[in-house]
């Protein structure tokens, strides 16, 4: 029964996109959250099943690898599935809330949900492969619902998307001429036995997935499909979608072929370019969804940076906080930069407009959604008692026990950068005087989805131990 | 469960509930929030009077849970956290009552006195930390709740100071957060003990090089808090937030916060003995007697009154720092118990501060003039504050100065009584003038501007019972339960 789950969440979601195609628009949304409900659900009973049983596999069909498919879902999985689940459901629950929404919009966000649970799960290849190109394809679709103007954003984003998806494969023809086979547990254990140099595919695959993942220098495509996105896409976008290579190249990097020390190097360097260069370029931006995009950046840099930690030359203590670092900083930017999004984007839909200049007043007029930004804000810094807070602080202790002071000095200045551009527009916010805006109140509907999520954001520090655990099953030292 | 163990953490939950109760009141609902403050704040105090038998016997009630793997979150009630939680306790009591007098006819007084509530939540939860990384995490706290507070008046200057506050509060509170990974991933533990931690002091004694650059970090960002110069920047210009919130930061929450820290690093972490032999308790003296001085020299060309007073509280919360930096029990005892004096008298002075410019708009000092007639009991108070701060017997302010000369002297730092002693002229240089103004305006002098009528009671009833209790504290320091007493008991127990 419990062996059913991981493909249960990846077929759900698909029945949800099958349900929502077909049935009439104004039913749609309805249905879309009722799915998403069911799929947070399934989320938290795989999540508990893991932590408590450990590890579950599924081959498909009863054929076992290297003939089948397997189907696995392990710590890491446990905890990326949950999230994707809170996030949609939040995202799908504001979009309901907010004004109609076009009909393409809900059968998209569920197709998007089932590719990111296949990547989670994925225990073969190829099969990461499709799921990374249904991830990426939808979120092409959910872009270009933006109009006319989001149109050349989304095409831009499609030839990226492709393009990073093509270097993954052929870097899966590498390993498959390697080792023979596709299935990832096994083409681990080929790989160490065998004698190609791992920088290779290892390197293209990281290229290919760097580019999906908007790491420095490849992030020029974010920032304009994030202006150009609808209300629902951007959370999506900047939350999960970017995250989804991310989390191949751990499977890659822990489980088939191993870290190499040139790549380990590749990733220190172009994490930290994007941990400076994103904070830089948030900070002299005008406008708010601008400000946030480049800060998913800069985000996405610690979440690169993080593997030059996790190299088989490091203690076991090391590597265990490094990879908790990876799982929490994830969490935290997934909850805290879709709420963020969220809010930015109600911001802009009620006044036209997000410059930063347009949340003097907000403090009084839309006090719900100020704490939500303030404590969106305080895990994205890093301030506790935020999960936030708990993964600078994991990321911090493992550069510091091996001596690593490069990398205390980028989380240092990167801490200080983030501070001073997402507290410009809050600081705004406690603005009183001529400039403010009317605030009509929000309808509690509207503000549940980015309050829930910032709370959580917040909230979840205080129980880090649990979640560090449940992602570290099935996890081994190297 | 024991309830004596879970009594930190109800203390703290007092003025966190207090605050979202406030929170979720509309704004107009003036008499309950008022009442919800007041009463919470009274309970709290009344609370942590209850914890002091258990401190006095050393069953410190300790609470915690684990926020990392291996790394706990611990609430802790020992003497000095008394000490510091009760300071916070009663002027939390004074300044709730002051501020609900002051604010009566401001907008955002829900927002207020919500972060009002949590920011002695914060406070208190500094107090009761029992490691290091417990007290990064209510430091950083501290700061995100006193932001909304400094820049409560919503103006382009107020917003302004406001952000450099914050620049400065998150930079200092980054370096004690490296310093703290560092400390907690190296030595093992951050835990404070009496004297010293163990693990760290085996960590100091084999890593001398890498202990100093952690101690080095958590001084500079604790100092940032406790205003050592040039890190004082934020204070004089924190001036712009209400009176209320000068009086808070400045006796009770940030600077003390920042000067708590010092003292539970130098005494209950590394230990003075370590830090002495790493070479660093000198330099930490020279630096508190330059800010010392530098702060009183600043004062003196000040012509704002609220700025003058904000130099002032630059160069007196160094005495705690001085204190520290002596290799001597009677000078650890001054630095302990001027913690207690000192946010006691100065709080008095804002206090003041605060009526003056309500009821007569006199925000400079030559606009005092022959106030002693017309506002005879602010003016009386705003005396007994004044001469405490210069250190006149029998107030509390003599106390820890001739405490602290008596330690120098035995610690074989003469020069540090000089300091002391030009210190006390330049208090004297720059607040005397202030009292012979209010009290004997030069002749042919005319009374100007009309005396607001407000609510009288409010805000002087909490500004006479602290200048009263000030006095107290000088003239029982004899008494074993004094500040004195138990600035003696937590010296004596660092050094079994």
């Avoid at chain 1, 935020?386 to 510091?400: D, E």
């Avoid at chain 2, 309950?32 to 258990?54: D, E, F, S």
């Avoid at chain 2, 539970?264 to 308790?281: C, I, K, N, P, Y």
């Avoid at chain 2, 035995?410 to 006390?424: K, P």
Wanted: charged share 10%; aromatic share 10%; with cysteine.
């Amino acid at each position: 029964m419990r062996s059913l789950l991981p493909a249960a969440c990846v077929f759900w979601p698909l029945l949800t996109a099958t349900l929502s195609w077909w049935l009439p628009a104004r039913l749609r949304s309805t249905v879309a959250v009722a799915g998403h409900v069911v799929a947070l659900a399934l989320a938290a009973v795989l999540a508990f099943s893991v932590a408590r049983g450990g590890v579950i596999e599924l081959a498909l069909g009863d054929w076992d690898a290297p003939l089948g498919i397997v189907v696995r879902a392990d710590g890491l999985a446990a905890v990326f599935l949950s999230i994707t689940a809170v996030v949609t459901l939040a995202v799908a629950v504001h979009a309901r809330a907010a004004a109609t929404q076009p009909p393409s919009l809900w059968p998209l966000i569920a197709l998007l949900q089932s590719g990111l649970a296949a990547v989670c799960v994925a225990g073969d290849l190829f099969n990461a492969y499709v799921a990374l190109e249904v991830v990426g394809l939808s979120a092409v679709g959910l872009v270009a619902l933006g109009g006319a103007g989001a149109r050349r954003a989304a095409l831009h984003y499609l030839v990226i998307a492709v393009l990073g998806s093509l270097f993954y494969l052929v870097a899966v023809g590498v390993i498959y001429g390697a080792t023979g086979t596709l299935d990832m547990g096994l083409a681990g254990i080929a790989w160490a036995e065998g004698t190609t140099s791992t920088a290779w595919p290892l390197g293209l695959a990281a290229v290919g997935l760097a580019l999906k993942a908007a790491l420095f220098p490849l992030h020029g495509w974010l920032p304009a499909a994030h202006a150009g996105a609808p209300l629902a896409a951007s959370p999506l976008l900047s939350a999960l979608v970017v995250k989804a290579p991310l989390f191949i190249l751990a499977r890659l990097w822990l489980e088939v072929t191993g870290p190499d020390p040139a790549v380990a190097v590749l990733l220190a360097v172009l994490g930290s370019g994007a941990v400076l260069w994103g904070g830089f370029q948030a900070l002299i931006q005008t406008r708010l969804k601008r400000v946030v995009a480049y800060s998913t950046v800069a985000q996405v840099g610690y979440l690169f940076l993080v593997f030059a930690l996790i190299t088989p030359d490091q203690d076991e203590a090391v590597q265990r906080l490094a990879l908790g670092a990876w799982v929490t900083l994830m969490v935290s930017h997934a909850l805290a930069k879709s709420a963020m999004f969220l809010i930015t984007s109600t911001i802009k839909t009620f006044h036209g407009t997000d410059e930063i200049t347009v949340t003097a007043g907000m403090a009084r007029g839309w006090a719900p959604m100020t704490l939500a930004m303030g404590l969106a804000t305080i895990s994205l810094i890093g301030l506790p008692v935020s999960i936030g807070f708990i993964g600078k602080w994991q990321l911090l202790s493992a550069a510091g026990i091996p001596g690593q002071w490069w990398l205390v000095g980028v989380v240092l200045v990167g801490s200080v950068l983030s501070a001073a551009y997402l507290l410009r527009p809050l600081a705004g916010s406690l603005r009183e005087g001529s400039e403010e805006q009317t605030w009509t109140p929000l309808a509690w509907r509207q503000v549940v989805a980015p309050l829930g999520l910032a709370v959580a954001a917040f909230a979840l520090g205080l129980s880090a131990v649990p979640l560090i655990e449940l992602a570290l099953v099935g996890w081994e030292p190297m | 469960m024991n309830l004596i163990a879970a009594l930190p953490v109800i203390v703290l939950l007092v003025s966190a509930l207090a605050a979202v109760w406030i929170m979720l009141l509309p704004e107009e609902a003036t008499r309950i929030r008022n009442g919800v403050g007041v009463g919470a704040a009274a309970l709290k105090l009344v609370l942590l009077l209850a914890l002091i038998p258990w401190v006095l016997e050393g069953d410190y009630p300790a609470m915690g849970w684990e926020m990392l793997p291996g790394i706990r979150l611990e609430l802790r009630v020992d003497s000095l956290s008394i000490l510091f939680a009760l300071l916070s306790g009663i002027l939390w009591l004074a300044t709730t009552i002051y501020a609900i007098g002051y604010l009566r006819e401001s907008k955002n007084r829900r927002r207020f006195f919500a972060f009002f509530s949590l920011c002695v939540t914060a406070t208190v939860g500094i107090a009761f930390a029992g490691n290091l990384v417990t007290f990064v995490v209510f430091y950083e706290m501290l700061t995100l709740v006193t932001y909304p507070l400094v820049s409560h008046y919503g103006t382009p200057e107020s917003l302004k100071a406001a952000r450099a506050y914050l620049f400065y509060a998150l930079t200092g509170g980054l370096s004690v957060l490296t310093g703290t990974v560092l400390l907690q991933s190296l030595a093992g533990s951050t835990a404070f003990e009496a004297g010293g931690t163990e693990a760290v002091q085996h960590y100091a004694a084999e890593h001398p090089g890498m202990s100093l650059v952690i101690l080095s970090l958590l001084v500079a960002g604790f100092g940032v808090k406790a205003a050592l110069v040039p890190l004082h920047g934020w204070l004089p210009l924190a001036m712009v937030a209400p009176a209320p919130v000068s009086a808070l930061l400045h006796a009770v929450a940030v600077v003390k916060a920042g000067a708590f820290g010092l003292v539970r690093t130098v005494t209950d972490l590394f230990g003075v003995e370590v830090v002495h032999g790493l070479g660093a308790l000198d330099p930490l003296l020279v630096w508190a007697s330059v800010t010392i001085l530098y702060g009183s020299v600043r004062a003196l060309s000040q012509q704002d009154l609220k700025r003058r007073l904000a130099f002032s509280t630059v160069s007196q919360v160094s005495y705690i720092t001085l204190g520290l930096a002596m290799f001597a029990p009677l000078a650890t005892v001054g630095g302990v118990v001027h913690l207690f004096h000192q946010g006691i008298t100065k709080i008095i002075l804002f206090f003041c501060a605060g009526l003056f410019a309500e009821r007569l708009g006199a925000k400079t000092i030559s606009s005092l003039t022959g106030l002693g007639s017309r506002m005879p009991w602010t003016s009386a108070a705003f005396t007994v504050g004044a001469f405490g701060m210069i250190g006149l017997p029998p107030l509390a302010g003599f106390i820890s100065k001739w405490t602290l000369a008596q330690g120098a002297l035995q610690a074989d730092r003469d020069w540090v009584v000089l300091v002391l002693v030009l210190s006390a002229l330049l208090n004297c240089l720059y607040f005397l003038p202030i009292v012979f103004r209010l009290w004997w305006p030069p002749r042919g002098w005319e009374p100007t501007g009309e005396l607001q009528p407000l609510a009288l009671r409010t805000m002087l009833l909490p500004t006479v019972a602290v200048a009263v209790l000030s006095v107290a504290a000088g003239a029982f320091a004899g008494l074993p339960l004094s500040p004195l007493g138990w600035a003696e008991l937590i010296t004596a127990r660092s050094h079994p």
